[in-house]
């Protein structure tokens, strides 16, 4: 998603209470940053932040972190979080910044689970590296999640969903679970919160995908 520049976005996000100016200074400390000891769960590519506010509200005892690359849509997650309905969470925060650099702002067992919500397909296979469920991004994530942390992934896009399902093998890690129509599997569907993107493409009929996948697990080489 990349929305038209907005020249207040800098202005606000930098000023705004719940945006983690320089996420590299809370490595290792991110306890500190919420208060308590509570679970941490991020969504790398949050967008507009809808999932993760709803997350957040419905789950007060686990903090959450959005990652968002642009300012500009970090600007709307924040603008919506200013709303009355989000305005009292206690348990977000938002961090503009790349998910390539993911380790560099969380310590290792720091992270509990990570959501990628309709990330984008990169479809040339040249670019397949800066998909966020290469075994690249995989091996990223393994170091933050805790020994038996997840990744869970949405998208409507089957193409990057069978890519994403070889790559999690290939990393060594577990597949949990998956299906390839996510709003008729009762089970998965449980508590299912939508994203923007899955509002959108299931409205136009696109069966929406889904994968949980657990972290390798330190001395399961093979
Ligand atoms: N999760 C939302 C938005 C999906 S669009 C939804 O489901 O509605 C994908 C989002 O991921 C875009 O906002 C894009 O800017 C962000 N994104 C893509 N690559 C990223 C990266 N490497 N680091 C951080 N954010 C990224």
């Not at 306890?31 to 969504?43: M, T, Y």
């Not at 679970?177 to 923007?196: C, R, V, W």
Request: aromatic share 10%.
């Amino acid at each position: 998603m990349r929305l038209r520049n907005i020249p207040r976005a800098e202005g606000t996000i930098s000023a705004h209470p719940a945006v983690i100016k320089r996420p590299e200074d809370q490595r290792g400390c991110w306890k500190q940053v919420f208060g308590n000891k509570h679970p941490i769960r991020i969504e790398i590519g949050m967008g507009k932040g809808r999932f993760l506010l709803n997350m957040a509200k419905q789950n007060p005892g686990i903090n959450f972190v959005g990652v968002e690359r642009y300012s500009s849509v970090l600007l709307r997650a924040i603008e919506k979080y200013d709303t009355e309905e989000f305005n009292e969470l206690k348990n977000i925060r938002f961090v503009c910044m790349d998910a390539r650099k993911i380790d560099e702002v969380f310590a290792p067992d720091e992270v509990d689970r990570i959501y990628l919500n309709f990330s984008d397909p990169w479809p040339k296979a040249r670019h397949a590296k800066r998909r966020l469920t290469s075994v690249e991004f995989l091996e990223r994530y393994e170091n933050v999640l805790v020994p038996y942390g997840t990744v869970e992934f949405k998208t409507d896009n089957t193409e990057l969903f069978n890519f994403s399902l070889e790559q999690v093998k290939e990393a060594g890690w577990t597949l949990q679970s998956f299906t390839y129509d996510l709003h008729h599997n009762e089970e998965m569907n449980k508590g299912n919160i939508m994203t923007e993107y899955e509002e959108k493409f299931s409205k136009k009929g696109n069966p929406i995908n889904k994968m949980i996948a657990v972290r390798k697990q330190e001395g399961t080489e093979l």
